[in-house]
């Protein structure tokens, strides 16, 4: 009899630890919205602190927790540019790779939620050059030409990869 009251206290001790995780689970998330901008300021001190992992740390909670403002993308980004380039003099490959996958996606993200945001594609153009995805480098800046016509130097880049190319009517039109 003591065996199975004890055991009826520790499924009810179980039972208990749960319902307060998912408890928990959904408190954070709601404490998450509920706090953004002061966890977006925490993210800027981070960053301008020079502390860009923590601030990407930060600021994946609130884009990860559907939390999509463009500022917050563009820091985000930022963070992840400036922490990459302290990776590569360490020559730390794996983090480096991590960290640019990571870059690219939330990158992708930004660019399908703000299309018409011209400096996420930018970033994109510099992410895809790492990389040396030429093509895809073409088919962005002409996604900035799609937004602004005129933008200098997105024709710039397109003119002299055209005149390179020897594609002269092609470069012609930037």
């Avoid at 740390?57 to 922490?83: F, H, Q, R, T």
Wanted: glycine share 2%; with cysteine; aromatic share 16%.
């Amino acid at each position: 009899m003591l065996l199975i009251g004890i055991i009826f206290q520790l499924v009810i001790t179980i039972n208990n630890i749960y319902s307060i995780e998912f408890k928990y689970i959904d408190s954070e998330t709601e404490y998450i919205k509920n706090n953004a901008t002061e966890i977006y300021s925490e993210a800027l001190d981070l960053y301008y602190a020079n502390n860009y992992q923590e601030c990407i740390n930060k600021l994946k909670l609130l884009v990860d927790n559907n939390i999509n403002d463009k500022y917050i993308y563009k820091i985000l980004i930022e963070a992840y540019i400036n922490y990459i380039n302290s990776i590569k003099i360490t020559e730390d490959n794996e983090n480096y790779t991590k960290y640019l996958n990571e870059l690219m996606h939330y990158t992708e993200q930004a660019i399908r939620y703000f299309p018409n945001y011209k400096n996420f594609y930018y970033n994109y153009v510099d992410i895809l050059r790492e990389l040396g995805d030429q093509e895809g480098i073409l088919d962005c800046l002409n996604n900035i030409l799609k937004i602004d016509p005129d933008d200098i130097y997105a024709n710039y880049y397109l003119g002299s990869y055209y005149l390179i190319k020897k594609e002269f009517e092609k470069a012609e039109t930037h």
